[in-house]
């Protein structure tokens, strides 16, 4: 077993309150913005990043990045996806501006793909994702992450004091016209 640092950097959380200072990378506008008029069914975050990463190929290759495997033939060997398909799910996340693309050769023309800082941001989302397939999903851990030594696990700390969140979370819906049941007004509900 090889143990090869992964491209990934996610704050880890603190004892105390965490402040976080904006730089450079929070700038950056939103390459992959999705108008949430246009989501049907609930307009969330959630279904507005599916837009962009939600099929299995797209996810399966930002794995591999994160691993330190950039060009086509790596991803495509890793993932086992078709070739086409890579093609395409790749070219929608340099849109996205989930990765980069980055020439490396000029004749004939060869690109490698790299994380952008949200490429980055979807480390966190893969390790729960892995953690889950871990727990219920396959009969034995086929990967795991260490931070010196340690073993990462996947879980929700409060931002503002620390704590760990467990089921006692409150919910709130900022999306005008919908509630937790779902939309509100007249004819909303059967």
């Given at each position: 077993?090889?143990?090869?640092?992964?491209?990934?950097?996610?704050?880890?959380?603190?004892?105390?309150?965490?402040?976080?200072?904006?730089?450079?990378?929070?700038?950056?506008?939103?390459?992959?913005?999705?108008?949430?008029?246009?989501?049907?069914?609930?307009?969330?975050?959630?279904?507005?990043?599916?837009?962009?990463?939600?099929?299995?190929?797209?996810?399966?290759?930002?794995?591999?990045?994160?691993?330190?495997?950039?060009?086509?033939?790596?991803?495509?060997?890793?993932?086992?996806?078709?070739?086409?398909?890579?093609?395409?799910?790749?070219?929608?996340?340099?849109?996205?501006?989930?990765?980069?693309?980055?020439q490396y050769q000029?004749?004939?023309?060869?690109?490698?793909?790299?994380?952008?800082?949200?490429?980055?941001?979807?480390?966190?989302?893969?390790?729960?994702?892995?953690?889950?397939?871990?727990?219920?999903?396959?009969?034995a851990p086929t990967?795991?992450?260490?931070?010196?030594?340690?073993?990462?696990?996947?879980?929700?700390?409060?931002?503002?004091?620390?704590?760990?969140?467990?089921?006692?979370?409150?919910?709130?819906?900022?999306?005008?016209?919908?509630?937790?049941?779902?939309?509100?007004?007249?004819?909303?509900?059967?």
């Open positions: 077993m090889s143990a090869a640092p992964i491209d990934v950097a996610a704050p880890a959380p603190s004892a105390g309150p965490q402040t976080s200072s904006p730089g450079p990378q929070a700038a950056a506008p939103h390459h992959g913005h999705v108008d949430l008029d246009e989501i049907k069914g609930r307009p969330c975050s959630v279904a507005a990043a599916l837009l962009v990463v939600g099929d299995r190929w797209s996810l399966l290759a930002v794995r591999e990045v994160l691993f330190g495997n950039h060009r086509f033939s790596e991803i495509v060997r890793n993932t086992g996806a078709p070739r086409d398909r890579l093609a395409a799910r790749l070219k929608v996340l340099v849109e996205a501006g989930v990765l980069e693309k980055r000029d004749s004939p023309p060869r690109s490698s793909y790299h994380l952008t800082g949200a490429g980055r941001a979807l480390g966190a989302v893969l390790q729960a994702l892995r953690q889950w397939g871990d727990e219920y999903v396959v009969d990967l795991t992450l260490h931070h010196h030594g340690h073993e990462i696990t996947t879980a929700w700390y409060c931002a503002t004091c620390g704590e760990p969140v467990g089921r006692d979370v409150e919910r709130e819906v900022t999306t005008p016209g919908w509630d937790l049941a779902g939309p509100t007004g007249e004819g909303a509900r059967d």
